[in-house]
C-alpha cells in the first residue's frame, strides 16, 4: 500500500488531537474521525463525596491516560497517590507521573485488561478494597474479574463518552479517498462510525485497514465487516501508530 492512505483516527481527547498532529507532521492525510467526545462526570462534587467514603483504599485503578488527566482534576494527585495506583502502560504511566502520580505500576508492554490483571499487585486482591476509575462503560473486564478473586471493587465514572457528529471535512475527505486506515480508539468508536456513515462510506472503511488497539475491538470489527484488521500491542498513540506502519 501506498503512503497517501487516508487515516481516520478516532480516538478523542488530548490523546487524539496528539495523535493526529503527529501522523501530520510525518506526511500523513489525517483527519480526525472520532465519533465521540469526552466531558466529565455529570456530578462532580457527588463524584468527590463517593471516593472519600470508599478510601483509603487498597488499590487504585486509572485505566487511561484520559482516566489519569481527569481524576487528578477532580480529586488532586496527592489524594490520588495515597495508595498504590494501577495503570495500562508505559505511556500511561509517563502521563500519571508527569502529572505528580507516586506509586504507579503497569504491564511492560501490552496495555489491556489481561496484562493488568496478570500483575503482582492484582493477583492476590481477596479482602482488598478496590477502586477503579473510569470512563462509563469502561473496562467492566477489571471488575469482574477483581471481584471474582474476592476483592470489594468499586467503579467511579470520572468521565463520560457522549455523540458526536462527525466534522464535513472528514467525511468529504472519506468520500474522495481511494482507501482509508482506520485507527479504533474502542468499541464505541466503531460503533459510532457505522451509525453515522452511509452505507457507501461504512463500506470504504471496512474495506481499508483498521487499527485496534485490544483483541476484544479487533474481534469486533472483524464481525462488523472488517477484512484487514491489526491488533496493536496496547491502546497507546506509540502502539497504535506502530501496528499502522507495520502494515502500511
Known amino acids: 500500500m501506498m503512503r497517501k492512505e487516508l487515516v481516520l483516527v478516532t480516538r478523542t481527547g488530548a490523546a487524539g488531537r496528539q495523535l493526529l498532529r503527529k501522523l501530520q507532521a510525518d506526511g500523513w492525510p489525517a483527519v480526525d474521525a472520532s465519533p465521540l467526545t469526552l466531558e466529565g462526570p455529570a456530578e462532580p462534587d457527588q463524584l468527590r463525596g463517593a471516593f472519600k467514603r470508599l478510601t483509603p483504599c487498597d488499590r487504585l485503578i486509572l485505566t487511561s491516560a484520559e482516566s489519569v488527566r481527569r481524576s487528578v482534576e477532580l480529586l488532586g494527585a496527592e489524594t490520588l497517590s495515597a495508595c498504590p495506583l494501577v495503570v495500562p502502560g508505559p505511556g500511561t504511566r509517563d502521563v500519571a507521573n508527569s502529572l505528580g502520580l507516586k506509586q504507579v505500576v503497569c504491564p511492560k508492554s501490552v496495555g489491556n485488561s489481561e496484562s493488568m490483571l496478570a500483575l503482582a499487585e492484582l493477583k492476590d486482591v481477596k479482602g482488598l478494597r478496590v477502586i ?34 462527525l466534522p464535513e471535512a472528514t467525511l468529504a475527505a472519506l468520500a474522495q479517498a481511494r482507501s482509508s486506515a482506520c485507527l479504533l480508539a474502542s468499541a464505541g468508536a466503531l460503533h ?34 472488517g477484512s484487514r484488521v491489526e491488533r ?14 507495520r502494515l502500511l
Open 232 to 245: 496493536a500491542a496496547s491502546a497507546d498513540n506509540v502502539a497504535m501508530l506502530e501496528a499502522l506502519y
Open 192 to 225: 459510532g462510525l457505522k451509525e453515522q456513515l452511509d452505507p457507501e462510506l461504512w463500506q470504504r472503511v471496512i474495506n481499508g485497514v483498521m487499527v485496534a488497539p485490544s483483541p476484544r475491538v479487533a474481534e469486533l470489527a472483524e464481525k462488523m465487516g
Open 132 to 165: 477503579i476509575l473510569a470512563a462509563a462503560g469502561g473496562r467492566q473486564l477489571l471488575a469482574k474479574t477483581l471481584a471474582a478473586r474476592g476483592a470489594m471493587v468499586d467503579c467511579l465514572h470520572v468521565y463520560r463518552r457522549l455523540p458526536r457528529r
